[in-house]
């Protein structure tokens, strides 16, 4: 218990009072592992595909990525999640670094949102994109777990929430960020490397952009 209160403090700082939640978001953290290890392969991740060369794995989000898991329940992405070196089973994208991939957020169906890296620590979720963006997934899959009321409920409060804190310029989908290649945010270094996506549907993040009008975020390329 002791060694994860510990691990709380230094993977979750605590909101300051200018960032106080909104009374209707609750967010529950559960932070995975960040360990000497991951910090290593993140800042590898973030020189080998960006040119960046940082002491701290940091980034200034400016976007927020929406996704889904496939995975159909929480825990089990955790799992996924959890662990630093990326599994054997995704060597499709081992060509982008052995980071495992994770997100700063992760929407269950009821709506529950499980905080798992604070906002500007580096998740590896968008290829191009991750330096600047903060991540949400989503426990969905588009077929036999469709995107639920509540998850747009939530991914609306969150990114309200965000755009509150940092200067938020797009809410895209990962099925929308290859729009992202032809301009000056794309940072991949390797042209060829990049997959399509088809998270969440454009049905959805249109409906989520609908809720999100008062922001001022800019239309995608």
Known sequence: MRKLALCL???IPPLSA???LPDDLLIMQ????????????????????YNMVQDEPTIKPRMVVVHWTVIPTFEKTFEVFNPPELPAAR?????????????????????????LMPETTMARHTI????TA??????????SLPMTA??????????KYLASKYPIEYVLGHSEYH?????????????SYFTEKNDPDIAFMNRLRSQLSELSLKPLP
């Open 134 to 143: 903060i991540g949400i997934e989503n426990i969905a899959d588009g077929n």
């Open 179 to 191: 729009r992202f290649r032809d301009t000056s945010w794309w940072k991949e270094t390797d042209a």
């Open 150 to 159: 509540a998850q747009l409920a939530a991914n609306t409060k969150l990114i």
């Open 128 to 131: 191009g994109l991750n330096y």
């Open 9 to 11: 403090l230094v993977l």
């Open 18 to 20: 200018n960032n106080t």
């Open 30 to 49: 559960k932070p995975i592992v960040f360990d000497a290890k991951r910090k290593a392969l993140t800042l590898q991740y973030m020189q080998q595909r």
């Open 91 to 115: 060597d499709g994208i081992r060509a982008g670094g052995d980071l495992n991939v994770s997100s700063q957020f992760v929407i269950d169906r009821d709506g529950t949102v499980y905080q």
